[in-house]
Nanobody
Framework: QVQLVESGGGLVQPGGSLRLSCAAS????????MGWYRQAPGKQRDLVAS???????YHADSVKGRFTISRDNAKSTVYLQMNSLKPEDTAVYYC????????WGQGTQVTVSS
């Protein structure tokens, strides 16, 4: 079945950087819109960033200028470069793939704390 496997989460100090990766398998990756969502404890899951098959990108206002989404179709992988991290970025980050159907990864924890 389709698999989305996230990696790159962890503990980082405020102002630091992390790069999340999501490797997809068993899908025609290049035609999918890929996205990153996040969910903090007690809050809803929100869209952070997305990238279409034509490389059009969207970034939520809360991360604009700090986070950048990108994709490598040859590697079936989508990335989220996160810079200038803040404590409020702490959440579980989920990879999402959508083309008619949608798929989710298992999530990776990002904790921003001193």
């Amino acid at each position: 079945q389709v698999q989305l496997v996230e990696s790159g989460g962890g503990l980082v100090q405020p102002g630091g950087s992390l790069r999340l990766s999501c490797a997809a398998s068993r899908i025609n990756f290049s035609i999918f819109t890929m996205g990153w969502y996040r969910q903090a404890p007690g809050k809803q899951r929100d869209l952070v960033a997305s990238i279409t098959s034509g490389d059009f990108t969207y970034h939520a206002d809360s991360v604009k200028g700090r986070f950048t989404i990108s994709r490598d179709n040859a590697k079936s992988t989508v990335y989220l470069q996160m810079n200038s991290l803040k404590p409020e970025d702490t959440a579980v980050y989920y990879c999402h793939a959508e083309f008619v159907n949608e798929y989710w990864g298992q999530g990776t924890q990002v904790t921003v704390s001193s």
